[in-house]
């Protein structure tokens, strides 16, 4: 089966880094994504790694290691509002666009 | 300009009758994606339109599940004869064609509740 492995909840305080992990296992790997979800909100995209590394935009970095079926998120100068739900997402198809395999999210908490 | 667009934001209904959900892409967005989400959980992919392409229903969980998209842009899913089981927030989404690297952009949802 497909599945996507990432913690329930993390807890951090404002001004510190989280790392927020996802483990995959999935039929087909053609990048991981992250997307972030405020309450009873859209969820919206933070990151894409297809190829092993980082990757940096601002805050967030992503991270991924094929051979290891791995990555992470990794959140730094946390603020308040980055209290949300984190999810990680395969796209396991190799044709343009198709569909995202989601994990289970991870909610964040800051607290100040 | 205008993200994606869902109707009608919620949606109560008995048991047993038909619901319409309907999702508004970005224009110039040929690929339209339906998920459902249930509280506290992930999203569940349903169904995958890609400009004139057969979609990919291989997410939908179903024969009472079905899913149209007309001139390639705005789309409808039908639930039909609902069950308690199929309250969830359905959410839509779109990209651009090119790789994975395009970013799925999400409407705010319908959030269906079967009484």
């Known amino acids: 089966g497909q599945s996507l492995e990432q913690p329930s909840e993390v807890t951090a305080v404002e001004g510190a880094i989280v790392q927020i992990n996802c483990t995959y296992q999935?039929?087909?790997?053609?990048?991981l994504s992250w997307y972030q979800q405020h309450d009873g909100g859209a969820p919206t995209f933070l990151s894409y790694?297809?190829?092993?590394g980082l990757e940096e935009t601002g805050r967030f970095s992503s991270f991924l290691s094929r051979s290891d079926s791995y990555g992470y998120l990794l959140l730094q100068e946390l603020q308040m509002k980055d209290s949300a739900s984190y999810f990680c997402?395969?796209?396991?198809?190799?044709?343009?666009?198709?569909?995202?395999?989601f994990g289970q999210g991870t909610e964040l908490s800051v607290k100040p | 300009g205008a993200g994606v667009s869902q109707s009608p934001s919620n949606k109560v209904t008995e048991k047993g009758k038909d619901v319409e959900l309907r999702c508004d892409p970005i224009?110039?967005?040929?690929?339209l994606y339906w998920y459902r989400q249930s509280l506290g959980q992930g999203l569940e992919f349903l169904i995958y339109?890609?400009?004139?392409?057969?979609?990919?229903k291989s997410g939908l969980p179903s024969d009472r599940f079905s899913a149209e998209r007309t001139g390639g842009s705005v789309s409808t899913l039908t639930i039909q004869r609902t069950q308690q089981e199929d309250s969830a927030v359905y959410l839509c989404?779109?990209?651009?064609?090119?790789?994975?690297?395009?970013?799925?952009?999400f409407g705010d949802g319908t959030r269906l509740s079967i009484l």
């Open positions: 989404a779109s990209s651009k064609l090119g790789g994975g690297n395009q970013p799925q952009h």
């Open positions: 999935t039929s087909g790997f053609y990048g």
């Open positions: 790694n297809a190829l092993d």
């Open positions: 997402a395969v796209r396991d198809q190799d044709n343009q666009g198709g569909k995202l395999i």
């Open positions: 224009s110039g967005h040929t690929a």
């Open positions: 339109f890609q400009g004139n392409s057969a979609p990919d």
